[in-house]
């Protein structure tokens, strides 16, 4: 496919948005060991920014800063690895694994080296409250820190702190206190570097996080917008919502944006967001993988998923985060499932040459990637980043593509089938007048309803081969229709030239309706006489016998309308008028004349200085109780 084409080109750019979201040193950041990180080998200006990873000391239930007095005088110093949770951290007196309520303080001793640039400081946060202190000051925070629920308050935001050209030994310590998330401690990376490099940091991480925001809401209002006008089809409605929930993710994960211009709204409101993010974008990307490719999800699984997903949700919306964090991990073991069996259908899809398959499963991997590195990094399993909304960049970028080329060839499709009805409707008005359905306020024929019905005054015209029963014995059925046809031909352009329809043949006979000006009907009828004369002279030419023909003229009251029934109707004219002009076409043979008219359409002549007319006085007409006077052209 064509299109895989653009698949290294999104992979490019996403490899160039990595690494903006960071400058990597050029050599591997050294680790901290028993409590102490050795910098005297790492030059800021040339290696870059560090982190602060590695083993730490941490004394639980201690603030050893800001409380001294509380706590244990002695309180057992344990090494720990950051970034980490303390539920990990064995033997804790008084820990319960499963709430991790409680506080502590993490210290490391750094020996820098020789630096001849001021530093900086970057936190990004922990679990839930922090306070970092340099040489016992307090340099920044997040919320307050206490020894229990009521005098600690949790805040997730990312500090940037300059800390001067420090040129001797600094120790760092960090107070946790946490009485809200299942997990506590020290959750996340702390950097140090050169002001330069960290600000260039910070500007690099909202660049590329407010790229990716941007990108995602505009695709996610343009197939908004998608839905609004073809409804049927709910791709755009699901595919816009996974991306604005994904663009809410953005918002409140890392450089947390949302927080920063309202960091005084509760926590508690903040941190839903981030988990009903997460597990609202699996049922709508369910969802329009389903609408996307029809019946190739299951049913039951479909069901099973979604529900375990709006129940996790629901649970986060009820309970406070002292419960609902207690979702994270069974959610992550049901969203492996569910990328397992999207993968398990996609792969279906691509063997079995599904258009676009290949495409979603490639978008399928980077977001996977980025899923797995997610989930692990949340666990303190390993210390990456949330990447989540680049590898759902690159994927979303190809779903949009495939959504657009799948719009395109359902554009393309409806030009096919507007093409073709047109065609229908020409070819239809051949059988149904347009005149007809112009007359019933239709604009094709798919309107027509059975009984729409419409009343009008017009003209009608009869016409007739005489004796053509015995004109046809002399033919084969062949020639009869080549006759018919011929003969139709010629006078069927003449009737729309003066403003009539035919509503339908009578198998040697015309009945056709002029629904202006009764002139016109006579114009034609006298024009069909003319071309009748030129047709028997042809006829004469080539041994054939010429043909005559009668023609009556009436103008009266009359309702058009469909009758049939359901599955099968038909247009017709209903009206006394129509009987009369049949009964004036027939009377031509007893006056032996061509074209008689109706007093009827006599009086409402125009300019009947035009032709000359003669009174042929009242005639009874068959099925009529009253007679009727007829007029007979004389040309």
Not at 219 to 227: C, E, P, R, S, W
Not at 260 to 285: D, G, H, M, R, T
Not at 600 to 624: A, C, D, P
């Amino acid at each position: 496919m064509k299109s895989l084409k653009v698949i290294p080109l999104l992979l490019l750019l996403v490899l160039t948005l990595f690494s903006c979201r960071s400058k990597n040193s050029s050599k591997i950041s050294p680790l901290a060991e028993n409590g102490v990180l050795d910098l005297r080998d790492w030059n800021f200006a040339e290696d870059g920014i560090v982190k602060l990873d590695g083993e730490w000391k941490f004394q639980w239930m201690k603030l050893a800063v800001s409380r001294p007095d509380l706590g244990p005088k002695d309180a057992q110093i344990h090494i720990v690895h950051v970034p980490g949770n303390w539920n990990q951290i064995s033997h804790l007196e008084g820990m319960n694994p499963l709430m991790a309520f409680g506080y502590g303080t993490y210290t490391l001793k750094i020996i820098p080296g020789q630096n001849q640039r001021r530093l900086m400081m970057h936190f990004q946060g922990a679990g839930t409250a922090a306070s970092i202190y340099v040489d016992g000051k307090k340099i920044m925070g997040n919320g307050v820190v206490g020894p229990d629920e009521n005098s600690s308050r949790p805040q997730y935001l990312p500090l940037y702190v300059a800390i001067g050209q420090p040129n001797k030994e600094i120790l760092v310590q960090v107070e946790i206190s946490n009485f809200n998330h299942y997990k506590g401690g020290l959750w996340e990376s702390l950097r140090m570097g050169t002001e330069a490099d960290l600000l260039n940091f910070r500007d690099n991480s909202s660049f590329s996080e407010m790229f990716l925001f941007g990108s995602i809401i505009i695709m996610a209002l343009y197939h908004f917008g998608l839905y609004s006008l073809r409804r049927r089809d709910m791709t755009g409605l699901f595919f816009g919502a996974f991306c604005a929930s994904i663009c809410l993710r953005i918002f409140v994960t890392g450089e947390r944006f949302l927080i920063q211009k309202f960091p005084y709204l509760p926590w508690e409101f903040f941190n839903k967001l981030e988990y009903i993010s997460f597990y609202l974008a699996v049922p709508f990307f369910v969802y329009y993988l389903d609408a996307l490719y029809p019946h190739s999800f299951s049913a039951k699984l479909k069901k099973f998923f979604i529900g375990f997903n709006l129940i996790v949700s629901a649970i986060v919306v009820a309970t406070p985060a002292s419960i609902y964090t207690h979702t994270l991990i069974p959610f992550q073991v049901c969203l492996i499932f569910v990328i397992l069996w999207i993968f398990f259908v996609l792969v279906r899809l691509v063997r079995n040459g599904a258009e676009g398959s290949l495409m979603a499963i490639a978008g399928m991997i980077a977001l996977t990637a980025a899923a797995i590195n997610d989930s692990l990094y949340s666990q303190a399993v390993i210390n990456t980043g949330y990447y989540l909304p680049l590898g759902l960049f690159v994927f979303i970028f190809v779903q949009s593509y495939l959504l657009s080329f799948r719009f395109s060839q359902a554009f393309l499709y409806i030009e096919r089938l507007s093409d073709n009805l047109l065609e229908v409707n020409k070819a239809y008005s051949r059988f149904v007048p347009l005149a007809f359905l112009k007359f019933l306020n239709k604009s094709d024929i798919t309107e027509i309803g059975l009984g729409d019905q419409v009343q009008r005054e017009m003209t009608i015209l009869f016409s007739d081969i005489r004796s053509f029963t015995q004109l046809s014995e002399k033919m084969t059925p062949k020639d009869n229709f080549d006759f018919l046809n011929s003969y139709m031909r010629k006078m069927g352009p003449i009737i729309r030239k003066h403003g009539g329809f035919i509503d339908k043949y009578l198998g040697d006979g015309i009945m056709a309706l002029f629904p202006s000006l009764p002139d016109q009907a006579l114009d034609a009828a006298m024009e069909m006489l003319r071309e009748l004369e030129s047709l028997n002279q042809s006829r004469v030419d080539r041994h054939y016998e010429p043909i005559q023909i009668g023609i009556g003229l009436h103008t009266g009251t009359l309702m058009l309308g469909t009758i049939g029934e359901e599955e099968r109707m038909d247009g017709t004219v209903i009206s006394d008028a129509v009987n009369l002009a049949s009964r004036i076409e027939g009377l031509t043979k007893e006056f032996h004349a061509n074209l008689l008219l109706s007093e009827s359409t006599y009086r409402k002549l125009k300019n009947r200085r035009k032709y000359s007319f003669k009174k042929l006085g009242k005639v009874k007409v068959k099925g009529k109780s009253k007679s009727s006077e007829v007029y007979e052209v004389l040309g």
